[in-house]
């Protein structure tokens, strides 16, 4: 059976930060709801549209069940606005399998070109998760995402450059190293394959090193062979 599609909406940093914040304030569920399609329905018209975009961005702050909830809160807590992308990057990664594909997927790219065609991008997607309209159709808005987002930037009609986003906050850089384990589903890696791992495509990673990650609770680090690999815990 093909993989379900849960991701066919545009969200955007504002929407994802009101979801945080909602949540770090103590605002119930119901009441997270109410405010967020109030906020999207500026955006979106359509009742469908609405609830879709409000359950992606509120899941991501909400569903306490899922891996590195309480470390993002606790990484997110003191960094502004603008700081906590790469937060709701690593959950996003973590949450939706068909953004952690899209993301690895254009990351490669990537690393051999500058400009990127959607074209090329939903072609491969389509060998990946079946050519279905549900699948174009969530990467069309993805790009959407990514663009409001502020990690790529159109250039033509259908292609798109990468931002360069620097990142150097170690609690937010470990997250990101956990969140990209969980959803490779990779039970060990080490830093070098990390810090050039195409579904972090947007950052760079700086004055951070393995070191800084030595010291993190939920990072186990280990030898393996003649390698220095961490596993999450």
Not at 70 to 94: C, F, G, M
Not at 97 to 115: Q, W
Request: hydrophobic residues 45%; proline residues 3%; contains cysteine.
């Amino acid at each position: 059976m093909a993989e379900r599609v849960a991701l066919i909406t545009s969200i955007n940093n504002e929407m994802l930060n009101e979801s945080f914040e909602l949540f770090v304030a103590g605002v119930s569920k119901e009441e997270a709801r109410e405010r967020l399609e109030n906020s999207i329905s500026q955006i979106y018209s359509a009742k469908e549209n609405i609830k879709k975009t409000r359950i992606v961005v509120q899941n991501i702050w909400y569903d306490t069940t899922k891996p590195l909830h309480n470390e993002a809160v606790d990484a997110a807590k003191y960094l502004s606005q603008k700081e906590r992308l790469p937060i709701h990057w690593a959950l996003l990664l973590t949450q939706y399998k068909i953004f952690s594909d899209l993301s690895e997927t254009l990351g490669h790219f990537y690393e051999i070109r500058d400009v990127v065609k959607s074209s090329q991008i939903k072609e491969e997607m389509g060998e990946k998760w079946g050519a279905r309209n549900s699948v174009l159709c969530a990467v069309t808005r993805a790009f959407k995402s990514l663009c409001d987002m502020g990690v790529i930037e159109k250039v033509g009609s259908s292609s798109y450059t990468k931002k360069r986003i620097i990142v150097s906050d170690p609690k937010v850089v470990a997250l990101l190293f956990g969140a990209v384990m969980i959803a490779i589903d990779r039970q060990y890696m080490t830093w070098e394959t990390f810090i050039t791992h195409p579904s972090i495509f947007p950052f760079a990673i700086c004055n951070v090193t393995q070191a800084d990650m030595a010291a993190v609770p939920y990072l186990a680090m280990e030898r393996m062979g003649d390698q220095v690999v961490f596993r999450v815990i």
